[in-house]
């Protein structure tokens, strides 16, 4: 039996209030967890059932996201969903502004890119398309 069942991608942000409410309002993640009260620094944003860990460590440890390292990294997380189509829409409706439109991209994978506001890469995708339908 498994004993595993989820996983938080970790960011750095710059500003977690401004984070936090990038996926709270525009991609409609819940806010799982903010800590520590005094003074939070870092959040648990989720939405069914995944979840992603932001936290602002200081000032001078900025955002780096894969894309920022190398051109061969241009997701930070893949984001596997049933009906890419059906969030894409709801996405445009909150005028979400898109890395990548949704597509079938090279690797036959449906789905669309967000860049959140520190520049991390979500793609948002499902299984590969049959190229031959």
Known sequence: MSNLNSIFPCFIV????????????LLGFE???????EDP????????QISILLKAVAPEV???????RHEFAPWDAYIFTLDPATLYDEYIRKNVAFHK???????????????????????????KVNMNQ
């Not at 900025?62 to 920022?68: A, E, S, V």
């Not at 439109?101 to 499902?126: A, C, P, R, T």
């Open 62 to 68: 900025i955002p780096i996201p894969n894309h920022g």
């Open 14 to 25: 710059e500003n977690l209030n401004s984070s936090v409410s990038f996926y709270a309002d």
């Open 31 to 37: 806010i799982k967890h903010l800590g520590p009260e």
């Open 101 to 127: 439109h949704l597509q079938v991209n090279s690797d036959h994978l449906l789905g669309f890119e967000i860049k959140d506001i520190d520049g991390y890469v979500l793609f948002f995708w499902k299984t």
């Open 41 to 48: 620094y870092w959040s648990i944003v989720g939405r069914d």
